[in-house]
């Protein structure tokens, strides 16, 4: 008792707790998540809108060339692919001085290339340093310039074909055909190449740390900067985000990352930021740990609180097993404090009246034991009176044989016959035979009364003739036949006794004056009512004491129905089961 206590004490404090801190957890997990997605989205919306900006000013500054007449006229100049061909000093400098305004107060900017159809690079580096190769315009950059056809390009991250040997570094770059404003004539392509500090600078208020690795790349995925975590771990495939600002999930081998991504309508460049789960997840493990710490040590102060109850609940319940197990061996005297007004208290209250009535019963029950004993002696002393009525009617017999009055004798002889059935106790089982014995010895009587008036038909099976019946069960039925179905008129009563599969039907019926519907449902309320005089003083008392004992001695097995009409008379029938073997062999008739 005291262990299940104990145990549903426990899961009752547990369970709760238990899925309270997985729902607390997978919500402030989810919370975190969608924060960090929020946030993450938020910052390189951010950067989109930085290198929108740059990108813009590119696409302003790499136009200004096309609105300058010297500009345009220089290189119109050596617009034909005349290989060797060199600009004049004069050109040279108005170019580089043109470059040079440009470059002015722009960091970000680390050359400026303006390369004219005969192949001669502008620039602001020293000519001498940078010069174009031969096969230039079969590079990547050179073809999607020309491709666009006037149109702004942006060069993913390269190292210019162009610079020294062991003076390159990686670039991004902007370029652009131009085209003469009113012959749209191709004068050459200008080409921006940027620092990627500029990429650091936009990133110098990004953690790296906690909000992962960085990546900006174009529509074909083609890295433009990145920096990461560490820069020992290589990049995990980027999955393909569409147009939109948006995240996925990557499982690469045992380790999942997050990727969030927002692209630039402007530009077409994507910043990705591809975080670790771990670091996503870093401030709900540290709630985890928070509530697995609270969780034990509430399931600590549950069990103590749990064994604490226990032995206050389960000691009233002991003393009482105990007490229990004293009445069980015979000592009625035992009692317990019921001081309390809970359940406890009302228990042991139940028990002690309990008590104090097993006790008073056992002390009634003895008394009731000595009563019978006097009862029997009495009845022994009372069986005197009996036999000595059986000796009278005896001698009112031979008298009248002897005078010859054989309706005196035969009405004596029934009467004795019906008084020897009837004198013994009176819910005795007997055989079918000595019940109808006794019926005949009643009508005989009856019939010396009404004389022809009273017809009596009986359709009996004798092979039924063993079967135990309660004695005195149809005489009332009889008796009510003839006093109120007959009356002081004529009739016929019907006796019959019949089997139907296990059940054994007893059936009384006349062709008196019968009774209504009401008549018949007042007669079957008045049988479920325990009777309260002895049969013959009423007919509804009759019929309530056969309905009460067959059904006390067979259960919902047996019944009594009630049947007829005014004017068309009454039948009685008692069915009461029966079992196999009971009827009588036809050799046995």
């Known amino acids: 008792m005291r262990t299940k206590i104990v145990s549903i004490f426990i899961l009752l404090i547990t369970l709760p707790f238990a899925i309270q801190s997985y729902v607390a957890y997978h919500d402030f997990s989810s919370v975190v998540k969608r924060k960090t997605a929020d946030y993450t989205l938020r910052i390189a919306d951010q950067i989109n809108k930085h290198l929108d900006t740059t990108f813009t000013e590119m696409q302003r500054l790499s136009l200004m060339p096309l609105y300058d007449q010297e500009v345009v006229a220089v290189l119109k100049k050596h617009g034909e692919a005349r290989p060797d061909s060199l600009p004049s000093v004069r050109n040279m400098e108005k170019m580089s001085s043109y470059i040079h305004g440009i470059l002015f107060n722009r960091p970000e900017l680390k050359s400026i290339q303006i390369m004219t159809n005969d192949g001669y690079a502008f620039t602001n580096m020293d000519p001498s340093l940078v010069k174009l190769p031969d096969r230039f315009r079969e590079e990547s950059w050179y073809r999607k310039t020309a491709a666009a056809d006037g149109a702004g390009v942006l060069i993913a991250r390269h190292t210019p074909s162009y610079m020294p040997d ?8 902007f370029a652009r055909l131009l085209r003469e404003p009113y012959t749209n004539r191709a004068l050459g392509i200008i080409k921006m190449d940027l620092k990627l500090s500029l990429f650091d600078r936009i990133l110098s208020n990004w953690d790296v740390e906690e909000y992962g690795t960085i990546v900006v790349v174009n529509g074909d995925n083609e890295p433009f900067f990145e920096k990461r975590i560490d820069p020992g771990v290589p990049l995990p495939p980027l999955p393909d985000f569409g147009a939109e600002a948006a995240s996925r999930r990557l499982d690469i081998g045992s380790d ?10 402007a530009t077409g460049l994507r910043v990705i930021s591809v975080v670790p789960v771990d670091t996503i997840l870093k401030e709900s493990k540290r709630m985890r740990a928070f509530i697995t710490g609270i969780g034990l040590f509430c399931l ?5 609180l749990a064994m604490f109850f226990s032995y206050r609940l389960s000691k009233p319940l002991i003393e009482l097993r105990r007490k ?8 009625f005297r035992e009692s317990l404090p019921a001081e309390s007004k809970d359940e406890i208290g009302q228990l042991n209250a139940s028990f002690n009246r309990m008590v104090e009535e097993i006790n008073r019963l056992v ?15 009495a009845a022994l002393l009372s069986r005197i009176n009996p036999h000595f009525i059986y000796n009278t009617l005896e001698s009112i017999n031979m008298m009248a044989v002897r005078r010859g009055n054989e309706d005196v004798s035969d009405m004596v002889t029934a009467l004795g016959t019906l008084l020897r059935h009837s004198i013994d106790k009176y819910d005795r089982m007997i055989p079918l035979d000595r019940e109808l014995e006794s019926i005949r010895s009643y009508v005989r009587i009856q019939q010396m009364r009404y004389g022809d008036r009273l017809r009596v038909v009986y359709d009996i099976d004798d092979r039924l003739g063993n079967v135990a019946v309660p004695k005195l069960l149809l005489q009332p039925l009889v008796e009510n036949a003839i006093y109120h179905g007959i009356g002081d008129g004529s009739g016929t009563i019907w006796i019959a006794v019949a089997r139907f599969e296990r059940e054994l039907l007893l059936i009384v019926r006349d062709d008196g004056c019968g009774m209504d519907e009401a008549a018949i449902e007042r007669l079957k309320r008045s049988m479920s009512r325990p009777p309260t005089f002895e049969s013959g003083e009423g007919g509804g008392m009759a019929l309530a004491n056969i309905y009460q004992r067959i059904r006390l001695l067979y259960g919902d097995g047996a019944d009594l129905d009630i049947d007829g009409s005014p004017g068309a008379g009454a039948s009685f029938t008692i069915t009461l089961p029966i079992g196999e073997g009971e009827e009588r062999d036809d050799g046995d008739v």
């Open 166 to 173: 062991g003076g390159g570094e990686d670039v991004v770059s």
């Open 256 to 265: 999942r990352y997050y990727a969030f991504a927002d692209r630039s309508s």
């Open 300 to 304: 600590a102060a549950a069990c103590g």
């Open 324 to 331: 229990m197990f004293r009445v069980q061996l015979g000592n």
């Open 363 to 377: 002390n009634e029950v003895y008394v009731i034991g000595l009563r019978e004993k006097e009862a029997e002696l």
